[in-house]
């Protein structure tokens, strides 16, 4: 099992940019989730699916949408880039959608 | 509106002694879940142990265990035999049982373990 997966590991934009995050797992998880970390914080909930054709906005969803066409996948875009959408961010899916389990490695994303 | 407090912004710890991490959280809400992920210098967010309100007896997973009082509403990690792949930040979450759409994690603990 790769496990959760993410790309680019790191991607600088310029602002107005758009660009999709990547993220995909293989271990059949329904609950998968999107999470920002700005440095000295903890993470919050960007957007979360529930399964194949469900998604549902977290605590900071603006300027980010996402859609679900696949258990695997479910990839994050940043419609018009700002600066302050630089950060760090995770993806993750668990079996329970409460219980945020497994993480991806990251994306350091940096709007200039 | 619930917090997570940490109120320890980093720590160090003789390599094989115990160290207790604290955190306390306030909510009204009497059906939540608790955890502690470990972000080590590699960056991933690694789920370390959780526990669910409803239940009394303190979490485990081996070395790692919680010290969780509901009714002082705070929850302590308690790292035994540390390690040097221990070292790593620490991060305390809540999160609701009854909704999806938000999850707080405290600020975090920089646990040092010193050779």
């Known amino acids: 099992n790769a496990g959760v997966t993410q790309t680019p590991k790191f991607q600088v934009l310029k602002t107005g940019q758009s660009m999709t995050l990547q993220c995909a797992q293989d271990m059949n998880h329904e609950y998968m989730s999107w999470y920002r970390q700005d440095p000295g914080m903890g993470l919050r909930l960007i957007h979360y699916s529930v399964g194949a054709g469900i998604t549902d906005q977290g605590e900071v969803p603006n300027g980010y949408n996402v859609s679900r066409s696949t258990t695997e996948d479910f990839p994050l875009r940043l419609l018009s880039a700002a600066p302050s959408q630089t950060s760090v961010y995770f993806c993750a899916s668990s079996y329970s959608p409460r219980i945020p389990e497994y993480f991806g490695p990251g994306t350091r994303l940096t709007v200039t | 509106a619930q917090t997570v407090t940490q109120s320890q912004p980093e720590m160090s710890v003789q390599e094989a002694e115990t160290v207790t991490l604290s955190c306390t959280y306030d909510?009204?809400?009497?059906?939540?879940?608790l955890f502690w992920y470990k972000q080590p210098p590699s960056r991933q967010m690694i789920l370390v142990i959780r526990q669910e309100a409803y239940k009394q007896q303190n979490a485990t997973e081996n070395r790692f265990s919680v010290n969780f009082q509901k009714a002082a509403k705070s929850f302590s990690l308690k790292i035994s035999d540390s390690q040097l792949g221990d070292a790593a930040m620490y991060f305390c979450?809540?999160?609701?049982?009854?909704?999806?759409?938000?999850?707080?994690f405290g600020k975090g603990t920089r646990l040092h373990i010193l050779p």
């Open positions: 909510t009204s809400e009497s059906d939540y879940y």
């Open positions: 979450a809540y999160r609701s049982a009854n909704r999806d759409d938000k999850i707080i």
